[in-house]
């Protein structure tokens, strides 16, 4: 399961896929609200995600976030195994349980796992996205031409 901080952080992705290269940086103020994000929340994903390199910070009176390199070569995977990790890892800070020789099997199912929606996610750039939503927004604008 994804948490919801890793929703936010792949929405402000998505939000800052969306306006490169034209529009420039974002706001906090921006993405949050475009994104219904909780902006004290954003602010650390941000610098998160600043960190493992997937955007940049500008100063300056027009500056904001950006992303740091082109939307195509940032995954959706990417910004998950930065957030979330591994999907499938055992429980931690639980007592051991006995293991049993059926216990590898488990453990191969959750490699797996894993292995697979690494892959899957890591196929979807987020330039792809941009014009998916992109696409979506328009098909929802009203034409009252005759």
Known sequence: MISNKCH?????????????PTAGPATIVDIAEAQHIPARFLEAILRELKQAGLTQSIRGKKGGYA????????HVGDVINIIEGAFFTPATGEAPSPTSPDTDVFESLW?????ALD??????NFEELAEKARAAAMAN??????
């Open 8 to 20: 936010y952080a792949l929405r402000a992705m998505l939000e800052l896929a969306k306006r490169q």
């Open 67 to 74: 992303l740091a390199k082109p939307a195509r070569q940032i």
């Open 111 to 115: 490699d797996d796992a894993n292995a």
């Open 119 to 124: 892959q899957l996610f890591s196929r979807i």
């Open 141 to 146: 604008v009203l034409d009252y031409s005759i």
